[in-house]
């Protein structure tokens, strides 16, 4: 046995790896699969071309060439000769995913680059010798036991196999949207992937002590987790059509007379909005997401947790909430909005599940045409048919024949800037105000949903003197907006990786947020800052998304936990790296990234936590790119770890004087980021967080902060009169009077709280 097996796996009598069984697992994270489990692990089967070695005439000929190479860079110290695997050990070999951030970091191609086939062959070409003769990517095979000779021998037989185009996933085709989504590091860890299915079927000895650790892993199927789901006769009715077309609304208002339904929104912002619409209308709707949940006659600081009644459905006509919190029951009918991002990168994974595993009698699913084959195909697998309704946009849209020639003088009342850097949103507020006299709201990301509410509400009211609208491409989806016209400020973004140009569809999306026609503006307009930027613009937004090609998946906690039980000793980041390695995906499907989640995973790495609660905070809504939100997380998970409770007044610590600078603004952000954090702890971790009404009234007076902050930052020359300044006054005193008293109450609890533990 290869010494690096000693390192994780557990030896057992008469096998190379015990194939433990593991404590009863938590349900899977998302809801509507909870009571699905694990499913079919039976054996793998690839299909790769029979001879798919040397099969060819001069197959020999560049296998032979593939080897000189390899002697080449050995005599040259660029490769350690062929030896005796290294004794790993988890010190000196550190994080296994380590490779990927070298990656991520070296990761340039030019901006206007087009992810075309050539460029997609000339990527494979350079990744494949990356994987030949870089040692870290031997390393993360050695973990499963290969030997240096063995990896070799076969790295040279599997880069002439991809090089001849017969690994499917490595083809051309196939990696346009690879690339597209995650670039280089996606690019790796498919190439690793697809290497221990080519070990597989043509050099089995070679992976033996690993074919368990494949069936733990094995992807292929993830519709049959939904078992629930596949017991049902589902109809599958999408909406399509641009932005501004009513295919949502069509859809709601099926939705509206159902006796059972349920709306699925990408943003919290928008299930509060539909939740609203619903509940002024009449109809009993219930609002669930990850830190909050309501109940329609409650009033919006006094939150309850749901009620259930003996069929365990929720005691309510509607519910609209994040698709990630889907309640597991029986609906007449559910829509999911925005089915198109389940191709994304990250969260792609809540649109492929609740296709999958909504229980609902009738699904319709809103979104972008570029979603419709896709769709097809994953329903096709699960014997279910589509009906695509298609629709036209209401209002004309066109784009202008000028841009603003780079001088912001030129923008007119009801236009929405768009700038895709915080930073430089408050820059151009900033410059937009100086120069023209009008006052600018903003929306961005950072923002909490509810000031984002209040800045879009500032903007749409006519009366309160925000003429102009500064957002990031937040603004693409989630709030109703007056917008006369989109200016873009450029069409490049930094996606975490590289700058590069936004693709077709954030284009026609955030272009498309001009002349809502629901709004009463039936004509948009879409232009750029830069002359040089129109007709790019111009471009994106007569072209069609291409069609998506796969949807992200991930794997459930069961499977991690089997996984853990072969690996004992390895961090819960090493874990999930090496998961995704030996996995197996159908081609219609992808992995959703890791991304923030390990960064989390390493915070709170040596914490004593169960891998069940490890998983549970991998989805918590947590950047660590906040210092402050790394030190929250730490202090909420010792919590957890040690079993104790945690008062959010212990943690929380709110400014009380009102922001004046984007500095105050952005660490009040911060605050609010981490207060949201306990409440959708609350919610999992019950005994730990237990002070979710206290949590509410901190939240709600960071908000007012928030807005008071964004109403005092002001640039504009002169003095806007008494008007203007009666109706800050009356903001501020409408959303901080309540706000206030409670705060004086919850004080009052918390020095009697302190008064009884002391």
């Not at 094995?218 to 006769?233: I, K, L, S, Y």
């Not at 409440?679 to 807005?707: G, M, P």
Request: net charge positive; aromatic share 8%; glycine share 8%.
């Amino acid at each position: 046995m290869q010494r690096a097996l000693a390192n994780g796996f557990r030896i057992g009598t008469g096998s190379s790896i015990r194939r433990s069984t593991p404590p009863t697992a938590q349900r899977v994270a998302s809801p509507i699969c909870a009571d699905d489990g694990l499913a079919n692990h039976g054996l793998l089967c690839r299909h790769y071309h029979p001879s798919v070695v040397c099969a060819r005439k001069g197959g020999k000929k560049a296998l032979n060439a593939l080897k000189r190479k390899r002697a080449e860079r050995e005599a040259a110290g660029l490769l350690r000769a062929t030896g005796a695997v290294s004794k790993w050990s988890n010190d000196n070999i550190g994080g296994y995913s380590t490779p990927s951030r070298t990656v991520r970091e070296g990761q340039k191609w030019p901006r206007d680059t087009e992810i075309n086939e050539e460029f997609a062959l000339a990527q494979r070409k350079k990744r494949l010798d990356y994987f030949r003769f870089n040692e870290s990517m031997y390393t993360r095979c050695a973990y499963f036991g290969i030997s240096k000779r063995d990896f070799g021998e076969w790295a040279d037989k599997f880069i002439l196999a991809a090089e001849q185009n017969k690994i499917k996933r490595l083809q051309p085709k196939a990696l346009i949207p690879l690339l597209t989504l995650s670039g280089w590091e996606g690019l790796d860890n498919c190439i690793v992937n697809q290497f221990f299915a080519f070990l597989e079927e043509h050099a089995p000895h070679v992976v033996k002590d690993i074919r368990y650790l494949r069936e733990i892993s094995d992807m292929r199927f993830p519709h049959e987790w939904a078992v629930g789901a596949r017991n049902m006769q589902r109809r599958i009715i999408m909406h399509v059509g641009p932005t501004n077309s009513g295919k949502t609304f069509h859809a709601l208002q099926r939705l509206k007379g159902a006796t059972q339904g349920i709306y699925c929104s990408p943003l919290r912002l928008l299930a509060y909005e539909i939740y609203n619409r619903m509940t002024k209308l009449g109809i009993s709707c219930g609002l669930i997401t990850g830190e909050d949940r309501r109940m329609p006659d409650f009033e919006t600081l006094d939150v309850k947790p749901i009620g259930y009644n003996i069929d365990r459905r929720p005691l309510t006509q509607l519910i609209s909430c994040t698709v990630e919190m889907a309640p597991n029951s029986t609906y007449d009918v559910a829509v999911i909005d925005e089915i198109q991002m389940l191709s994304d990168l990250h969260r792609g994974w809540s649109w492929t599940m609740a296709l999958m595993g909504l229980r609902a009698k009738e699904i319709h699913l809103c979104g972008e045409p570029s979603a419709v084959p896709l769709v097809k195909r994953i329903c096709e697998s699960m014997d279910e048919e589509v009906e695509v309704r298609e629709y036209t946009r209401l209002g004309n849209l066109k784009v202008s024949g000028t841009s603003l020639g780079g001088n912001l003088a030129n923008v007119r009342k009801g236009d929405c800037v768009v700038v895709f850097s915080r930073k430089e949103i408050y820059e151009i507020k900033k410059a937009i105000e100086e120069k023209t006299g009008m006052r600018c709201a903003v929306i961005y990301g950072g923002l909490p949903p509810e000031s984002r509410a209040e800045q879009a509400r500032l903007f749409n009211d006519p009366d309160t003197g925000y003429d102009v609208l500064v957002a990031s491409d937040a603004v693409g989806m989630g709030i109703n907006l007056t917008i006369n016209r989109v200016v873009f400020m450029t069409l490049q973004k930094f996606d975490g990786t590289a700058t590069k140009q936004i693709s077709v569809s954030q284009t026609r999306q955030i272009g498309g947020r001009a002349g809502r026609f629901d709004q009463g503006t039936k004509v948009g307009t879409v232009t750029s800052f830069r002359e040089e930027d129109l007709k790019q613009l111009k471009k994106s937004m007569e072209q069609q998304p291409p069609n998506l090609a796969m949807a992200g998946i991930k794997p459930n906690v069961g499977m991690i936990e089997m996984f853990s039980h072969q690996f004992p000793n390895m961090s819960f980041a090493q874990l999930w790296s090496m998961f995704r390695d030996v996995s197996n995906v159908d081609d219609n499907y992808f992995l959703c990234s890791f991304g923030d989640q390990e960064g989390i995973a390493q915070t709170i790495e040596d914490l004593p936590l169960s891998i069940s609660d490890r998983y549970h905070f991998l989805y918590a809504p947590i950047s660590i790119r906040d210092s402050r939100m790394e030190t929250t997380l730490r202090q909420f998970a010792r919590a957890v770890a040690n079993r104790r409770e945690c008062l959010v007044g212990d943690v929380i610590k709110l400014p009380s004087s009102t922001p004046t600078t984007r500095e105050a603004i952005r660490e009040l952000e911060s605050w609010h980021r981490a207060i949201t954090l306990y409440l959708w702890l609350s919610y999992h971790f019950t005994e730990s967080f237990r002070q979710n009404e206290e949590a509410y009234v901190l939240k709600d007076k960071c908000e007012a902060l928030i807005q008071k902050g964004l109403l005092s930052i002001r640039h504009v020359k002169g003095d806007r009169g008494e008007d203007m300044k009666q109706y800050e006054g009356a903001e501020l005193d409408r959303k901080t009077e309540a706000n206030e008293r409670m705060m004086n109450s919850f004080l009052a609890h918390l020095r009697g709280t302190a008064q009884a533990h002391a």
